[in-house]
Every structure is written in structure tokens, then in C-alpha cells.
């Protein structure tokens, strides 16, 4: 196996989520399906972070993004989810060229993670965080207690996997970058996946 980082964020903040007013576009427009302005101040924070390499080591530079198709996050209101890909959305020209992959629906975590297993370099995955516990974490081989759940008002974790060149099993790392004002440096539940 060749090696490989993958780096795990939940789509920024949404509308009911304990934030003021409603979702909007980049453009403006009320939109169910979108960021609220405190989702896109953490969207603008994890471009910095992760796009002008202001995160040092624990915070590498992707080399590939995915991000949950536009209209698959599961969610219950009607029209289509654009929150993963607007998480990331000015993240890829800070890139220099690396595209945000959204060819996968929530869902498709399977094939999704199966696809990244097999790359090397840095891989960022902005997914809903109740299939990144329930789909996208099973799929990693990994050492340790991994997150059991993931709590409807946490959008500031980075989960890290590592594997280096040769091995079998990732390492895991939890990550606190406290971005944003009122960011937590508390660990999320862990215990042995099924």
C-alpha cells in the first residue's frame, strides 16, 4: 500500500442548527438547502487552513477533494443539499487546478472509499457527518477507537487517517483547529466499531 492521508470535515453549518437566519448561496439567495453565514465563514476557514498551508503538518495541502453529491446529504427538507460542496467550494482554486470529485452520492460511501483507499497523497472528504460515522469510518482500516457518533452541533473537527507507505492499517488522529469563535477542543464519542 502506498501512502496515504485521508482528512475527514462535516459540511459547514446549516439552517435549525443552533445558527441565526437562513441558508443562502454564495450569491445571496435564500436557500433551505444552503451554508447559514456562519457556515461559510467556517467554508472561508477551512480554505485558509487547508488551501494556504496555514495549518503546518497536522493540516496538509489535499492533493484530491470529494465532496457528497449535491442533493444526496439525506436530509429532510425538500430540494437538494449543496452544503458539502459549498464547504469546499473555494477551497479548489486555492488548489491550483485539483477539482472538488463529487461523482458520489451519500449513499455511495462503498465505492466512494474504495476509490480513495487506492490513491496516495492527501485526500479531503467533506461528507454528513451521520454517514461519515455510519458509512465512511467502517470502510477505514484502522487502529483504535474511532468516533461512535458525531453531534449534531460539532462542525469543527478534522478527523485524520494516516498510512504509511507499506502498511496495511491507518493510524488516527482527531483534530481541533478552533477556527472559529466557540470551537470546541472536546474529543467526539469514540469506541470500537462494530
Not at 435564500?30 to 461559510?40: C, F, H, Q, T, Y
Not at 460515522?133 to 477505514?140: G, R, T
Given at each position: 500500500?502506498?501512502?496515504?492521508?485521508?482528512?475527514?470535515?462535516?459540511?459547514?453549518?446549516?439552517?435549525?442548527?443552533?445558527?441565526?437566519?437562513?441558508?443562502?448561496?454564495?450569491?445571496?439567495?435564500?436557500?433551505?438547502?444552503?451554508?447559514?453565514?456562519?457556515?461559510?465563514?467556517?467554508?472561508?476557514?477551512?480554505?485558509?487552513?487547508?488551501?494556504?498551508?496555514?495549518?503546518?503538518?497536522d493540516y496538509p495541502r489535499?492533493?484530491?477533494?470529494?465532496?457528497?453529491?449535491?442533493?444526496?446529504?439525506?436530509?429532510?427538507?425538500?430540494?437538494?443539499?449543496?452544503?458539502?460542496?459549498?464547504?469546499?467550494?473555494?477551497?479548489?482554486?486555492?488548489?491550483?487546478?485539483?477539482?472538488?470529485?463529487?461523482?458520489?452520492?451519500?449513499?455511495?460511501?462503498?465505492?466512494?472509499?474504495?476509490?480513495?483507499?487506492?490513491?496516495?497523497?492527501?485526500?479531503?472528504?467533506?461528507?454528513?457527518?451521520?454517514?461519515?460515522?455510519?458509512?465512511?469510518?467502517?470502510?477505514?482500516?484502522?487502529?483504535?477507537?474511532?468516533?461512535?457518533?458525531?453531534?449534531?452541533?460539532?462542525?469543527?473537527?478534522?478527523?485524520?487517517?494516516?498510512?504509511?507507505?507499506?502498511?496495511?492499517?491507518?493510524?488516527?488522529?482527531?483534530?481541533?483547529?478552533?477556527?472559529?469563535?466557540?470551537?470546541?477542543?472536546?474529543?467526539?464519542?469514540?469506541?470500537?466499531?462494530?
Open positions: 500500500m502506498t501512502a496515504l492521508t485521508v482528512l475527514i470535515i462535516r459540511h459547514a453549518e446549516k439552517p435549525k442548527e443552533n445558527w441565526p437566519g437562513p441558508g443562502l448561496t454564495d450569491a445571496g439567495v435564500a436557500d433551505s438547502k444552503s451554508l447559514v453565514i456562519r457556515g461559510w465563514q467556517r467554508a472561508g476557514a477551512w480554505t485558509a487552513l487547508f488551501g494556504a498551508g496555514l495549518g503546518g503538518n489535499p492533493d484530491t477533494v470529494y465532496a457528497a453529491q449535491p442533493g444526496s446529504d439525506g436530509d429532510d427538507d425538500d430540494g437538494p443539499s449543496k452544503r458539502p460542496m459549498e464547504t469546499v467550494s473555494a477551497l479548489s482554486p486555492r488548489l491550483n487546478g485539483v477539482q472538488t470529485n463529487m461523482q458520489y452520492a451519500q449513499g455511495q460511501e462503498k465505492p466512494l472509499m474504495r476509490e480513495v483507499l487506492a490513491l496516495s497523497g492527501t485526500v479531503l472528504i467533506c461528507w454528513e457527518h451521520k454517514a461519515i460515522i455510519a458509512a465512511i469510518l467502517p470502510e477505514i482500516p484502522a487502529h483504535g477507537d474511532l468516533p461512535t457518533k458525531w453531534p449534531g452541533d460539532r462542525f469543527d473537527v478534522v478527523m485524520r487517517f494516516d498510512r504509511p507507505n507499506g502498511a496495511a492499517k491507518f493510524t488516527y488522529r482527531e483534530l481541533y483547529p478552533r477556527l472559529l469563535s466557540g470551537d470546541s477542543d472536546t474529543p467526539l464519542p469514540k469506541g470500537p466499531i462494530d
